[in-house]
């Protein structure tokens, strides 16, 4: 178990809680065998620059960028961004800019979508961003790759259907609510391995969940996803 000042690392499943969050993570966060996962919050004060303590900054360039999209479950909202603005790296100016961000439908309990690489690659890290004043802020989701040759591979698992059973690897489950009621803030999460590689994939998949039931306003507000490839691969 690694502990440093400002964030929450965990490695293969463990986590430390972070004293710059000021209250301990509601649940833990898991991960595979090898992979590290560095969550960050910039709280009370953050700017559009998001600027962390330890995960990188958003990249305008990365896999990610030319990523073809899709939406596998559930309802994008209306009055938010297309899938677009998760890799086009233009990121929101102020904590409350619903146009800025991709967000799954008030009143549902979230939902999924995949990008496309266009070829399989090895994949060093992937680094998610949100910001929002309030419960939309946090991440709560897991994330899996394919490569897509497995067989009885299933490119779009819908409903209760486990994706680690049609083809794909688990990567990680996020979590980042921290455990107050104040759970607003701008969120950074970056997954990455020690080995340098998470995997070989061609396909993400992002299966996403409300942050809270309490109201119809508990789907985050996802600014930006990027998606490292390891150099040369």
């Not at 970056?190 to 998470?198: K, L, N, Q, R, V």
Request: hydrophobic share 40%; net charge negative.
């Amino acid at each position: 178990m690694l502990i440093r000042a400002g964030v929450f690392v965990i490695v293969a499943g463990l986590v430390a809680a972070a004293p710059r969050l000021q209250t301990p993570a509601a649940a833990p966060q898991r991960a595979a065998a090898g992979v590290t996962v560095v969550v960050d919050r910039n709280w009370p004060t953050a700017t559009r620059a998001f600027s962390f303590a330890h995960v990188p900054s958003p990249s305008a360039t990365d896999a990610a960028t030319n990523a073809k999209r899709q939406l596998i479950q559930g309802e994008a909202d209306e009055n938010g961004a297309t899938l677009a603005a998760l890799t086009d790296g233009l990121l929101p100016r102020e904590e409350d800019e619903p146009g800025s961000n991709f967000f799954f439908n008030a009143g549902t309990s979230g939902g999924s979508f995949r990008f496309d690489l266009g070829s399989v690659l090895a994949v060093s890290q992937v680094n998610t961003y949100s910001w929002h004043p309030n419960t939309r802020g946090p991440q709560v989701y897991s994330v899996y790759g394919s490569d897509g040759a497995a067989a009885g591979f299933d490119a779009a698992p819908k409903g209760d259907a486990d994706p680690a059973k049609s083809g794909w690897t688990w990567i990680a489950s996020i979590d980042t609510r921290p455990g107050g009621a104040d759970m607003g803030g701008q969120y950074g999460v970056s997954i990455s391995s020690a080995t340098g590689a998470i995997g070989r994939f061609r396909y993400l998949l992002f299966v996403c969940s409300a942050t809270e039931t309490d109201d119809d306003y508990g789907n985050t507000f996802y600014s930006e996803i990027d998606i490292i490839a390891k150099a040369g691969h």
